[in-house]
């Protein structure tokens, strides 16, 4: 009964161990934490891209991956896509920028 219990245990371990390690995070993929980190930064500069009246009429679209937001879409001009850049890194939260935008 002794073996039987000590396996069992280790079993449990086992899983402890590699459910713990799921949830950290790697260079191609994020922790639960980061997830939700960065659906937070985007949430924030999709927000802040709305509430200016420059922006909020064009189709931008924000992707956050480990604080390195992107954007993608198409804008009217360079100044326009220059202002997208400049409100995303006043978000909280944001490491980088890549700014896709294409000038139409």
Do not use: H, P, W
Not at 13 to 38: P, R
Not at 39 to 45: L, M, N, Q, R
């Amino acid at each position: 009964m002794s073996q039987l219990n000590l396996l069992l245990r280790l079993l449990i371990s086992l899983m402890l161990v590699f459910s713990i390690a799921g949830c950290a995070g790697g260079k191609t993929y994020e922790s639960t934490g980061e997830y939700l980190d960065d659906s937070a930064i985007t949430t924030k500069v999709k927000t802040s891209i709305l509430g200016d009246s420059k922006l909020k009429v064009f189709q931008i679209s924000v992707k956050t991956f480990k604080g390195v937001v992107q954007l993608s879409g198409f804008v009217n001009s360079n100044e326009v896509a220059t202002r997208a850049t400049e409100i995303t890194r006043t978000v909280k939260g944001v490491k980088m920028v890549n700014n896709s935008l294409i000038v139409k």
